[in-house]
């Protein structure tokens, strides 16, 4: 079953006075969003001049997540700010988890890129923010937030990314500028991913950077919340800032060689209609020489499919959600999204075998209880209208 996908709008955006505090500890900020709704940030203003880092927060969580990075940011001689989101913490908005979840991603798509930029518009009008040198740091859904930041705004020099996906033009976007940084952390025991880890690997190998830089955790959980058990997260992300912002900025205009990997070769082939063959080749060739060998997250192929079976390439959605089966043969989603595109293309038996073969798996699959429910309504609809039945 397919995953949503956001499209981001640049909206614009005031401010309001803030109320002044310590500096180091950090200051609430009352912003405004470009409809009027109220937004809360806080400030960790530096005592000297110096670049500034923008702090976007999970889904699960508030601004005060960063709480443990930003003094230690101001301290640095780094500027700060975290923000919530409309419908978080104190910012005004319809709260985020009692929308509908087609109402949410509306939200997400429409009024957040306009919220987030109000608060990054505060941050460099703020006395002594070098406007040239500015980093995001994203956590969970604020990761792609974080990249869509860069995308709007090219002063963007450095990125920190705590567990989270990215969605297509995202990482389109990455292996474009090669030469932005990306400093990316993830728990192995993270409770909504069960290779975290993995994925922030393999979104540093789809920007090839040379600079990049991964920090992985047995425990800790879930993006920010590895600040608690591990307080030296947030130190490693002030050294990747001190270095990437105040030591040596990244230059768009001399960018480095880019690390190729398999993993990125794969990607680039299976983006492209004509690439697709040769990208399924690519992954034979790897495994046979590396049977363990992996060329992509699970999530991210079964959206890449989805691009090209709503795009009418449905012989290339099937190429690529068969080879999702045969990476993740345990996986009922694999199997699903394989039964939405034989259904597509009119192999309705196929398409059967599949959605039966979902539900097979489903009950020892190890994603969370309200994922496993959704996968199991998409295949039983689809059983029910391939046998002729109404549920």
Not at 21 to 49: C, E, N
Not at 135 to 164: F, I, K, T
Not at 296 to 316: D, I, K, M, S, W
Not at 365 to 388: F, P, W, Y
Request: hydrophobic fraction near 40%.
């Amino acid at each position: 079953m397919p995953l949503a996908l956001a499209v981001p709008l640049t909206l614009l955006v005031s401010t309001s006075p803030a109320v002044a505090q310590s500096p180091q500890a950090g200051r609430d900020v009352a912003l405004t969003g470009p409809d009027g709704t109220a937004l809360k940030a806080t400030y960790y203003a530096s005592a000297q001049p110096g670049p500034a880092v923008l702090l976007l927060h999970m889904c699960n969580t508030t601004r005060k997540s960063w709480e443990p990075l930003g003094p230690l940011l101001a301290a640095s001689g780094i500027h700060a700010v975290s923000v919530d989101y409309r419908g978080f913490g104190e910012s005004g908005g319809d709260r985020y988890d009692t929308l509908p979840p087609q109402d949410a991603q509306q939200v997400i798509n429409e009024k957040w890129p306009g919220d987030i930029d109000a608060a990054y518009d505060f941050l460099l009008a703020q006395p002594g923010v070098d406007k040239t040198r500015v980093g995001v740091a994203g956590g969970s859904c604020g990761v792609n937030q974080a990249v869509r930041v860069a995308r709007r705004h090219p002063e963007v020099r450095s990125l920190a990314l705590l567990a989270g996906a990215l969605d297509l033009e995202g990482l389109a976007f990455i292996g474009e500028k090669s030469w932005l940084p990306i400093f990316a952390a993830a728990a192995a025991d993270d409770q909504y991913d069960d290779d975290a880890p993995g994925l922030m690997r393999w979104i540093l190998a789809m920007s090839g950077n040379p600079r990049n830089k991964f920090s992985g955790f047995r425990d800790g959980k879930h993006g920010t919340e590895i600040f608690g058990p591990h307080p030296e997260l947030p130190k490693q992300m002030v050294a990747w800032y001190t270095d990437t912002l105040i030591k040596r900025p990244a230059d768009p205009n001399a960018p480095p060689t880019a690390k190729n990997t398999p993993a990125r070769e794969f990607w680039q082939k299976a983006v492209t209609p004509e690439g697709v063959s040769a990208a399924i080749q690519l992954f034979y060739d790897v495994r046979q020489r590396d049977p363990g060998a992996v060329l992509f997250p699970e999530a991210q192929l079964n959206l890449l499919g989805y691009v090209h079976l709503q795009a009418g390439r449905t012989n290339e959605a099937i190429r690529l959600f068969r080879l999702n089966t045969m990476a993740y043969p345990l996986s009922a989603n694999t199997y699903d999204s394989l039964a939405d595109a034989y259904l597509a293309s009119g192999q309705n038996e196929l398409a059967l075998r599949m959605s039966e073969k979902a539900l097979e798996l489903l009950p020892k699959d190890r994603v969370g209880d309200a994922r496993k429910k959704a996968i199991q309504e998409s295949a039983e609809q689809k059983i029910a209208k391939l046998k002729g039945k109404t549920l």
